[in-house]
């Protein structure tokens, strides 16, 4: 059975994980990597020489045609997860084909090693209500308290504080864009969520609040799959 592309105009959580739930960042090298290719990859042109050189990251920015605007983003150390909307006929499908191979050819590369890294092709929700796009953005940017408490989704965060320190330390996402820091803000489209989110100490506000309340419970209905390190 084929499945349906991701329609040009909708809003999707794209998810993908290492094959075997392998590791597929090894280092802040490889995340650097990964987010740069977010960029350079986000083009309706072929993107040449990129991929070549392992010993360095060039975070240089220029001119594209963009296909996909990407509005949230974390990477986790053996999956990812990207909240995107196509503006391009196709440009999801296109950017994840670009970015599945560029990235994974890098990591090959780097680490002689062959075959795929993630675990076939990747998977994609389409976000068709308010609630799943109101609660989308913070499920994303919680994922790293995964890496210093696994069982805060079942049993709740015990100190906020603790754990609004961690987010605020954890680089690999688009988290502290809208927290007020200039962390990756040439990868994300933040225009739509502003406009929700209101302002900074807004934003950082609403996430704990939901984080704290009843909402946990919702955390399995965004999720595509349940997420382990293990």
Known sequence: MNREKPASGEIYHIFNRGVEKR????????????????????????????????TEVRLQFREREEMVEIMAFALMP????????????????????????????????????????????????????????????????????DLTDKKWREQGISNLKKAEKYLASYKWSSHLDYAGEKNFPEIIDKALLSEIFESTEQYKKDLLDWVSEENLSEIADIALEPISEA
């Not at 987010?35 to 392992?54: A, C, E, M, R, W």
Request: proline share 5%; no cysteine.
């Open 23 to 54: 590791l597929i960042f090894m280092d802040d090298f490889d995340r650097k990597r990964f987010i740069d290719s977010l960029y350079q990859f986000n083009d309706t042109s072929p993107v040449f020489n990129f991929g070549h050189k392992l």
């Open 78 to 145: 053996n999956h990812y997860h990207l909240m995107v909307r196509g503006i391009t006929e196709n440009g999801i499908t296109e950017f994840m084909r670009k970015l599945g191979t560029g990235y994974t050819n890098y990591f090959n590369a780097k680490y002689q090693r062959v075959g795929p890294l993630f675990q076939g092709k990747f998977k994609a929700t389409p976000i068709k209500d308010e609630r799943h796009f109101l609660y989308l953005p913070y499920y994303i940017h919680l994922n790293p308290l």
